[in-house]
């Protein structure tokens, strides 16, 4: 008989469950150690960090997107004041080697690891796949972009060349008159 009652607490309960234990993570969104599991991400206080959490890097991604629309040169001095954090790939992004504003943080947001990491963020901490779009830029935005940046190049170098055409910036000593201006001028001379 003891050889039963041996066996028999040798062997698992098969009607209890045993719990997992969880241990401590940190949500980032929320800037807490939590050891709810995945469930975390469900919770109303989280979910209301993440909307605001999105909604700042959208005010930045906002700023980023205004160059990708007008494409401006970017002078050397500036570069090093010129940078971009990236919170879905934790990774911070310089502009020292671009001759435009904002030309690492577009290549960068156009990127295949940009968007495989911002796929897992949203599937980590939550928040809606359709939502994507929003925080990446598009191939056909980026070819777009680098066309008009070819055509400013172009332009700049015609312009250094002597070639007429548009001037930017102040004018070298020489004062612009109005019609109107020059011809009381002349009037005035005449008498």
């Known amino acids: 008989m003891r050889e039963q ?4 607490s040798a062997k698992p309960k098969t009607g209890t469950k045993e719990k997992k234990k969880i241990e401590f993570e940190f949500c980032k969104i929320c800037n807490i150690n939590y ?6 991400k469900y919770f109303p206080k989280h979910k209301i960090s993440l909307s605001t959490f999105l909604s700042r890097f959208q005010s930045k991604l906002s700023d980023v997107r205004s160059f990708l629309k007008t494409p401006t ?4 001095q500036l570069a090093s004041r010129n940078c971009f954090w990236c919170v879905f790939c934790d990774q911070d ?18 990127s295949v690891e ?7 963020f949203f599937w980590k901490y939550g928040g809606a796949m359709d939502q994507l779009d929003l925080f990446k830029v ?4 980026v070819a777009k972009w680098e066309k008009r ?3 400013l190049k172009k332009e700049a170098s015609l312009q250094s060349e002597g070639s007429p055409g548009a001037v930017f910036g102040p004018s070298s000593g020489i004062s612009i008159r ?8 002349l009037a005035i001379l005449a008498y």
């Open 138 to 141: 598009s191939d056909n935005d």
């Open 35 to 40: 050891n709810q599991g995945i469930r975390h």
């Open 114 to 120: 940009h968007v495989n990491n911002l796929k897992h």
């Open 93 to 110: 992004i310089n502009e020292l080697d671009s001759s435009f504003a904002c030309e690492s943080a577009i290549h960068h947001l156009a």
């Open 149 to 151: 940046c070819a055509a």
């Open 178 to 185: 109005y019609p109107l201006q020059a011809t009381l001028e």
């Open 73 to 76: 040169p970017l002078s050397p």
């Open 5 to 8: 009652s041996d066996n028999r």
